[in-house]
């Protein structure tokens, strides 16, 4: 996927979040009713396949960038959407050897989250309001290399922990750390019955929440 069209998806799930914020407004309450929070961070990645002699398959940690849409539904607690990318090296690990790079991929996260905000706080000069995510959706890969072209699609869980550190009215740093559960599809990759390990995929973001 081109860089170009990677940031205009993104554009997009913003845009469509400022579409909707007037809707938002109408809800029932007062305050913030929706925020958005676009991040950049890096990804480390578990094993997908652990084979004999210690060898292993994973993709190399990479940079990591995306945006997330939420929707409050009590004082405390949100419904969050989320679209992150990245792209990396596929590795094979071999003991004694490291890491063998055998091919690339990029990787699309989707997934669905309810965010508890834990209260806000005094830290230093700045107001601090710890909170946790949890939910599922989805981690699609794409392969591409050489004259292998190839997409797997693995349900993955997650749960997160993180902080909004406020900077003004309506703006947020937002820091989050969130681990992606789930197995590689290796059966929709390559056609073939086999079952790979449960990973971890481990993502840690910073960005900016704007709220509505």
């Known amino acids: 996927m081109r860089s170009s069209h990677r940031l205009s998806v993104v554009a997009g799930f913003i845009a469509t979040a400022f579409t909707v914020s007037p ?111 949890a939910g599922a959706g989805a981690m699609r890969y794409k392969i591409d290399e050489s004259i292998l072209t190839t997409n797997a699609t693995n349900f993955a869980g997650n749960v997160g922990v993180g902080a909004d550190f406020t900077l003004g009215r309506g703006m947020a740093l937002r820091v989050l750390g969130k681990d992606y559960i789930g197995k590689f599809n290796f059966k929709d990759a390559t056609g073939l019955g086999i079952n790979g390990e449960t990973a971890h995929n481990f993502a840690f973001t910073a960005g900016l929440r704007f709220d509505f």
């Open 23 to 133: 809707l938002a407004a109408q809800a029932p309450g007062s305050g913030t009713v929706l925020h958005v929070s676009p991040y950049v961070g890096y990804m480390v990645f578990g094993d997908y396949l652990k084979g004999p002699i210690g060898t292993t398959i994973s993709n190399a940690p990479a940079a990591v960038y995306g945006a997330q849409v939420g929707l409050s539904l009590a004082p405390n607690l949100s419904l969050v959407g989320n679209f992150g990318y990245s792209a990396s090296d596929i590795k094979v690990g071999v003991p004694f050897f490291g890491g063998l790079s055998v091919g690339h991929s990029s990787m699309m996260l989707y997934d669905a989250d309810l965010e508890y905000n834990l209260g806000s706080s005094k830290s230093g000069v700045m107001p601090i309001a710890p909170f946790i995510q």
